[in-house]
């Protein structure tokens, strides 16, 4: 018998006419999952100017000369064996003459909710907070025609650190370079942009700029650092649900614990996330696009009430290429401290994993005024307010990423100049001579407290009013509407806190001191506290800041003579002192203040009136600042304003 041979192996064929089962999850083809696209940034807030498209020139291009920002950032028109304008150009010398940009702006009541909750008598700028970006190239001439809507109060436009340089009345503050707008007017606002960076236009009239009436303002030029995509301008703000003009009631009277007056959230070019009653957060974020392995520009801006922020971004680190309105010698860090007014260009660079990152922007420590628990934490506010999104990162609400303070960044209330003034170094050097052309003691000022209620200010309710004091007779500054002192630079009306600079070379030294220079002082007291101090018409330089109070005999020996710090806003360190000095090469009456904004309504500002017999001769026809006199008094007269606050 024999066996059938065993085969080596089985092949097995199946026809089918239709499947043996089906099943739609198992043949069911799911979408990829949604990533971050650059449509979902259409129409941000975004600079809509390209610096080699449309930066003009026209007198400049006619003699040969040619955009060359696309092929160095530190360049900005080139013309073959003559000399480039660029980075190192000193402005205040050297500016291109560009073409006219023109804007129309209306201030009036509107209906803010930028966390979704409403603003009480929220007034803003063509109906939005921020306000549009008014933007130019450097040299251009700008025209911005503003019109005041809003029936309860006047209104001016201040173009934050443009020293407005012969044109002292375009400066834009009330009882100072003009008087308020009255309702149903315009006024119209022309000066040429001799700087160049990023800053801010906010109105100086009393309380509104924190109501509202505030936004960007960019004018391109050459930078010291290299980049590939602008991302614009970073508007970081306190944010109070009242009007500011009821909050500051809690300034000048005892609010309890609302004393001083309590922000109620921080948002980012007006978007806020708003902490529910069941303790979440809404995800509303400001975010902005990295594109990898891309050089990004950020325009830093801090407009706030009463709040400095230290910013930093997750897992980046960011280079610095200017401080307000002035370039300086590139340097990298992990976190900022974003004073009030103050504006930082930095350079980041998209090198991480493509995700979300988030933007911080933690209150500092001592130099902000948001709610806490008896433990010390923010009760209504969070750091974690904006963030990155790389281009193809998943699409998320917000980010998982984690805060950069484990590789050190803590929320002190100092400086950049202040940590290290080699931090802070201008492109373009001014050397300080160490001999003031002033009398420094006529240049030296206390923040100040009064000890007793202010009769003579506000006698309806009187209270205790900041200042800056040069003597145990000074006064807080409390202007005059329908008076500003460029109609008459001479006089020295009540209350109005002028001091007078003659000199027309040199360095004007300024002292501003945290504790006494009166003692014993039977007027003022000290609180230790941080003022960021802005001064209006000039840069200036930083010769120290110091915690120390200043001794006139020792601090000097602590100046820097060899290009210092420069910029127009700069922190008061709390109970120490800060020493400035500037040119006095710009005729005019400019304001100095403490930019926290109860403060300076409170009065804790001073004009420094330069050079006062060539205001007639430096700036141009006075006829509109007349005019406008003119009409906020008839206006005014028909039924008075009653001022509760320094005006400023």
Not at 183 to 212: I, K, M, N, V
Not at 271 to 296: C, D, E, L, V
């Amino acid at each position: 018998m024999s066996r059938l041979p065993q085969p080596c192996c089985f092949h097995l064929v199946f026809s089918f006419r239709r499947p043996l089962f089906t099943s739609t999850a198992s043949v069911r083809a799911y979408p990829p999952p949604a990533t971050y696209s650059a449509a979902d940034f259409a129409g941000a807030y975004s600079p809509r100017i390209d610096p080699v498209r449309d930066c003009v020139y026209p007198a400049l291009r006619s003699h040969g000369y040619k955009p060359c920002n696309n092929v160095s950032r530190t360049c900005w028109q080139r013309r073959v064996k003559f000399k480039d304008y660029d980075i190192n150009d000193d402005y205040e010398v050297t500016t291109p003459f560009g073409i006219t940009r023109e804007y129309w702006l209306t201030v009036d009541q509107a209906d803010l909710r930028p966390d979704g909750q409403p603003k009480i008598n929220g007034v803003a700028l063509n109906g939005t907070y921020p306000g549009p970006i008014i933007e130019a190239c450097w040299g251009d001439k700008i025209v911005v025609h503003v019109r005041n809507k809003y029936r309860d109060n006047g209104t001016t436009i201040h173009w934050h650190g443009l020293r407005q340089l012969y044109s002292n009345d375009m400066d834009g503050v009330n009882g100072v370079t003009q008087c308020p707008i009255a309702y149903g007017e315009e006024y119209t606002y022309e000066f040429r942009a001799r700087q160049y960076g990023h800053t801010w236009y906010h109105s100086h009239y009393s309380l509104q700029y924190p109501d509202g009436v505030a936004g960007p303002l960019i004018i391109h030029g050459p930078t010291s650092a290299e980049w590939d995509i602008d991302n614009g301008p970073i508007m970081v703000a306190d944010w109070l649900y009242n009007t500011s003009f009821a909050a500051f009631n809690c300034e000048a009277y005892d609010c309890g614990n609302e004393t001083p007056p309590k922000a109620d959230n921080i948002v980012v070019n007006g978007i806020g996330a708003f902490k529910q009653s069941n303790g979440r957060w809404t995800n509303n974020y400001f975010k902005t696009m990295f594109k990898p392995g891309k050089k990004h520009l950020l325009r830093l801006i801090n407009g706030s009430a009463a709040s400095s922020f230290v910013f930093s971004i997750d897992n980046h680190t960011m280079t610095v290429i200017a401080s307000d309105l002035v370039a300086i010698k590139p340097y990298t860090t992990t976190s900022l401290l974003l004073g009030i007014g103050q504006r930082y260009t930095v350079v980041v660079e998209a090198n991480q994993e493509p995700s979300l990152y988030w933007m911080r922007t933690t209150p500092a420590a001592g130099c902000s005024a948001f709610r806490k628990n008896q433990k010390g934490e923010f009760t209504q506010v969070k750091e974690t307010t904006s963030f990155i999104a790389y281009e193809g990162a998943p699409k998320l609400p917000y980010p998982d990423s984690t805060s950069v303070k484990h590789k050190g960044v803590n929320d002190t209330c100092i400086d950049e100049s202040h940590i290290s003034q080699d931090r802070l170094v201008p492109i373009v050097p001014w050397e300080v001579s160490a001999k003031p052309s002033n009398d420094v003691s006529r240049g030296s000022f206390t923040a100040g407290y009064e000890k007793n209620a202010n009769p003579d200010l506000y006698p309806q309710l009187p209270f205790k009013h900041w200042l800056l004091a040069n003597s145990p007779t000074s006064q807080p500054l409390w202007v005059n509407f329908s008076m500003p002192t460029i109609l008459d630079p001479f006089t020295n009306p009540p209350f109005s806190s002028i001091t007078r600079f003659e000199q027309s070379y040199g360095f004007v030294y300024l002292i501003v001191d945290g504790s006494f220079l009166f003692n014993p002082d039977p007027n003022f007291t000290a609180i230790p506290t941080g003022h960021p101090i802005h001064l209006h018409g000039s840069d200036f330089v930083i010769l120290n800041q110091d915690w120390k109070p200043y001794d006139p005999v020792n601090s000097p020996r602590d100046f820097k003579f060899d290009n210092p710090a420069r910029r127009d806003t700069a922190l008061l360190p709390s109970g120490g002192y800060l020493a400035l000095a500037f040119k006095p090469d710009n005729p005019g009456a400019w304001l100095m203040h403490c930019h926290i904004a109860w403060h300076a309504s409170s009065g804790l500002a001073l004009q420094l009136v330069v050079r006062p017999r060539e205001i007639p001769d430096y700036n141009r026809d006075l006829l509109p600042v007349q005019l406008g006199c003119e009409s906020w008094r008839r206006w005014n007269n028909r039924d008075p304003i009653v001022q509760t606050d320094s005006g400023i």
